[in-house]
């Protein structure tokens, strides 16, 4: 099956930022790739994606080499960049646009399919706003569907979910697997364990190297801490019974002068648990019934099966 390789890549700055990364991206499959920040994914990415020259080993699509000597990706390979990339004095639409006419597609097609492309970020009335009038999650939105409107065979994608409410966050990690589905390699570096939890397979950075993925990392560890609140609001309260008047309560005693009085004491109150990752099942990869085939090494799973 078609796949983006990556064969023993090492990328050295003034250090080494990759270490002898040896991977596979499978076409037909979601791939998350996580790790702490500074871990090396967007520079992974960027050398998976041909943006960069790695220092040693190689980078292939479909046995061809992503790199090009030029820094300009193949044109099979469309990105989701993290800091989004977008011109900002340009319209969502024209920032959208411009990467079909890029590839050769005419101007009226092109705003044509740009819209359609919004639309499917729930973001189409927002096509003539210039992007530096758009909110955090919004430009990210656009970077999505500028991402996916090439209909790319490679779509990488650097944390496209980072600003996003949990609905928009659904909402991309569908589109996501759509892309998947018709057969693109998608790959989504993501530090959030419901986006890993929705891909086919996983892969974990830690200072430029490969975690053991076989032996899977606990991604609950990154996960929020059990928030806790100082105080909450009363909630109404309601009796059907009639109640028996209480006593009067005796008169109480003078305040103390205001130099005398203790700070109130507000104990901190339990709060529910974060909801279940089961609640983002709407945008859950098929389970192909074999276990383990989101975590640990993408050799677990069978290469015949995209799941
Ligand atoms: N041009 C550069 N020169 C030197 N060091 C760099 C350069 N670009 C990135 N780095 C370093 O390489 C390391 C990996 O960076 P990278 O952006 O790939 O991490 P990341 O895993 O994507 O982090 P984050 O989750 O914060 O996005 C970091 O320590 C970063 O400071
Ligand atoms: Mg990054």
Known sequence: MTALRLDAITYVMSRRLLDDVTLEFRAGEVTALSGPSGSGKTTLLSIAGGLIEATSGTASYDDRPMWLGTGDPRPEVAFVLQVYGLVPILSARENVSVALRARGVKPDEADERAEAALARFHIADLGDRQ?????????????????LVVGAAVLLADEPTSELDEGNRGLVLAELRKEAERGAVVVVATHDPAVV?????HYVLDEGRLTDHVAPVDLQQFARPERRIIAEAAPPHFDPEP????????????EPPVEQRSAPVLEPQPVAPPRHRSDDAAFRRPRSGSPGSNTGSTGDTDASDPA
């Open 131 to 147: 992007v530096e009038e758009l909110s955090g999650g919004q430009m990210q939105r656009v970077a999505c569907a500028r991402g």
């Open 243 to 254: 109640r028996t008047p209480e006593p009067p309560e005796p008169p109480e005693p003078p």
């Open 197 to 201: 939890d929705a891909c086919d397979a």
